[in-house]
């Protein structure tokens, strides 16, 4: 296979996945529609992904499943589950609260938060490239949900929970990166999935929520399925494929187009148009997550 072949295979998988991953919005919406709320959602959503992890998992499967002690000593073990709660379960709130492109446009904040948490955890010290990044970013939060002579345009409790979804989303990505996954990506991958899950079963037992899990009508269930089947276990192993063929830098730009993807599913399924200060706000942060993916491209031509 040729280098453009190979791209053009790498470029149709991203696009491939970003194209499912835009359909979260709407399949939430109509899950809901069912009387199964976003708490509901994540529990089945982490559940049924974890067993597929689990199924999937190279042998010896013993030493994936079960953590060693100092393993779980570290905080990033235990936040990186946590942080796939936050993701999950904030996005399903903030889609049912604020539309489906102004979700997606806070959501993507998510590199800006594990930029953040890189310089806390690894004592790194800011590049020029990250600040001008950190200032648009957060320049398009502020034009996409507020209006000087009005305020706040949006529900806060949405924004937060897209912005709690994104930093959650983070943390998932920095236990990878600083924590288990410097040894094993493939048993953080595990262990974040599996800790999340049982967290989400005891708070749902304890809470009383997780029969109501069992009271849903048949058609809640096929967007159930299709939410842990397509949007979390198919569209993020096309991710994985198309790193064979692409960076991990050009792949994260690609997969920004999820945006405007959300936004099509979002008017095409359930008639939202999106707004115009969400748009200027997503350029902002498109930009400086484009700024942040390419960074080291940066570095590579000033070292010529």
Not at 122 to 130: G, H, I, K, N
């Amino acid at each position: 296979m040729n280098t453009l072949e190979s791209t053009v295979r790498g470029i149709f998988l991203v696009l491939g996945a970003t194209t499912i991953w835009g359909t979260n919005g709407p399949v939430v919406h109509f899950v809901n529609g069912f009387g199964v709320g976003p708490f509901l959602i994540t529990l089945f959503r982490i559940t049924v992904s974890t067993c597929i992890i689990i199924y999937l998992a190279p042998k010896p499967r013993s030493a994936l499943i079960i953590p060693r002690k100092e393993e779980m000593g570290r905080a990033l073990f235990w936040l990186s589950s946590l942080g796939l709660i936050s993701s999950n379960l904030g996005l399903s709130i903030a889609f049912l609260r604020i539309s489906v492109g102004m979700t997606m446009i806070m959501y993507y904040t998510a590199p800006i938060w594990a930029m953040i948490g890189a310089w806390a955890i690894a004592r790194e010290r800011p590049s020029l490239v990250q600040i001008l990044a950190l200032i648009l970013s957060l320049s398009g939060v502020y034009f996409a949900v507020w209006d000087p002579g009005e305020g706040l345009k949006f529900d806060i409790i949405g924004i937060l929970c897209a912005l709690a979804g994104g930093a959650g989303y983070a943390l998932y990505l920095l236990n990878g990166r600083y924590g288990l996954g410097k040894k094993s990506q493939y048993k953080a991958y595990l262990q974040s999935f599996l800790w999340a899950s049982v967290i989400c079963w005891v708070a749902g037992l304890y809470g009383g929520k997780a029969a109501d899990l069992f009271k849903a009508p048949p058609k809640a269930y096929l967007g159930l399925m299709y939410m842990a089947l397509c949007t979390s276990a198919i569209a993020f192993g096309m991710i994985s494929r198309s790193l064979k063929y692409l960076s991990s830098s050009i792949a994260s730009v690609l997969s920004m187009s999820e945006i405007p993807l959300s936004m099509m599913w979002a008017f095409l399924l359930l008639g939202e148009r999106p707004e115009k200060s969400a748009i200027i706000g997503g350029v902002f942060i498109c930009i400086a997550v484009i700024m942040l993916s390419l960074e080291p491209l940066f570095y590579c031509r000033s070292n010529k």
